[in-house]
């Protein structure tokens, strides 16, 4: 007769199985709210920084034009000298709309680098997003189904082996026994 296989720690398994459940209830929603953020990254990044810059550069430009247009108008007059204030303003909005030209060159070379960068991340993502969805739920399955297997198999006893024990005397042998007993 073969071996019996010694089980001793089925609630070990459930214990196992118990966690592995509440680990993809954390992981599975963790990994589809990077998925959303990348894509609200994008569109940030592609619609939202894009035109907030483009219309903060033309914003500058058309403040760079007018102060210029005011310190040309105090050189032209010959009532009054150019003032050191309209020269700095016009300093000072070339700075602010250099600035801005700089920060649309940045957000555009992000939108042609991003999904360079990202891409291999988001791929990293979505094969455990599928190892999570799929695979874990398979193993899911195995344990609980060797749960159930191994808990028969324990729930099994060896046979009991019946020692002969001699079976009581009949009713009328007793009574004569005892009667027996009594003369003696």
């Not at 609630?11 to 959303?36: G, H, N, Q, V």
């Not at 914003?59 to 040309?72: C, P, V």
């Not at 150019?82 to 300093?91: D, I, L, R």
Request: include cysteine.
């Amino acid at each position: 007769m073969p071996e019996k296989a010694h089980v001793s720690s089925i609630e070990a398994l459930e214990a196992f199985r118990t966690t592995l459940i509440l680990y993809l209830s954390k992981a599975r929603p963790t990994l589809d709210e990077i998925s959303a953020e990348v894509m609200r990254t994008r569109t940030w990044l592609e619609n939202d920084q894009r035109t907030h810059w483009e219309h903060e550069v033309q914003r500058r430009r058309r403040a760079l034009q007018e102060a210029q247009q005011a310190l040309f108008s105090a050189r032209l007059s010959t009532f009054r000298d150019e003032s050191s204030a309209e020269q700095m303003a016009v300093h000072r909005t070339k700075r602010a709309c250099d600035a801005a030209e700089e920060k649309l060159k940045i957000v555009k070379k992000w939108d042609r680098d991003f999904d360079g960068r990202v891409e291999p991340l988001v791929k990293q993502t979505e094969k455990l997003h599928t190892v999570l969805a799929n695979d874990m739920i398979q193993a899911l399955a195995y344990l609980a189904q060797a749960i159930r297997t191994l808990s028969d198999y324990a729930g099994i006893h060896a046979p009991v082996e019946v020692e002969s024990v001699p079976a009581p005397a009949p009713a009328e042998n007793s009574t004569a026994a005892q009667s027996e007993a009594i003369k003696k």
